[in-house]
């Protein structure tokens, strides 16, 4: 078994990362990760109904679009990980995630079918993650104009999720 990542330390990530790897305090990111796929869908299953299309507050997002986030940003944080792992030396660009969300058209989906795709991006995350050679598991590299390391990106993918779940259950329900 390959030994678990080693804890991100500042400099090896923007500081908007914090918020997220504050959320993880457990010594393997890739064990959360992997829990998060049942504990989600239990959670997003519960949801009371008519939820799912409920935003908070003009201009916030809806549940469904909420959950089509997960999966986007997932989908750019792996790939930053492959990318660094890999050794490609080339700056990655940043996302707007408010930019990505309307033309996504999330809210014409159920929220089972977002989850669903959500549990995939993550199983192909774990998979990634799991698979990387010791030494590429602290691999750097720049996005969006910042350093960012592996560790980080693989303590950050859980934080994020974390996150999302205590905002929808502080402000939606």
Do not use: C
């Not at 869908?41 to 959950?67: Q, S």
């Not at 890999?86 to 159920?110: H, I, K, M």
């Not at 050679?133 to 999720?161: F, Q, Y």
Request: glycine share 10%; proline share 9%.
């Amino acid at each position: 078994m390959t030994a678990p990542f080693p804890r991100p330390t500042k400099g090896d990530y923007p500081d908007y990362f914090d918020t997220y790897l504050g959320h993880v305090t457990e010594p393997d990111p890739i064990a959360v990760m992997t829990r998060q796929i049942d504990e989600a869908a239990r959670f997003f299953a519960g949801l009371p109904g008519g939820k799912a299309d409920f935003a908070y507050a003009p201009g916030k997002w809806t549940i469904k679009e909420v959950v089509g986030h997960l999966s986007d940003t997932e989908r750019v944080m792996a790939y930053r990980a492959l990318s660094f792992a890999r050794g490609d030396s080339a700056e990655l660009p940043g996302f707007d995630e408010n930019a990505w969300v309307p033309p996504a058209g999330f809210g014409q989906r159920s929220l089972e079918d977002l989850v669903d795709e959500w549990t995939s991006v993550r199983r192909a995350t774990v998979g990634l993650l799991q698979g990387l050679p010791e030494a590429a598991r602290a691999a750097k590299g720049m996005a969006n104009g910042r350093p960012l390391s592996v560790p980080a990106i693989a303590t950050m993918i859980p934080g994020h999720v974390r996150h999302h779940l205590r905002v929808i259950t502080d402000r939606y329900l």
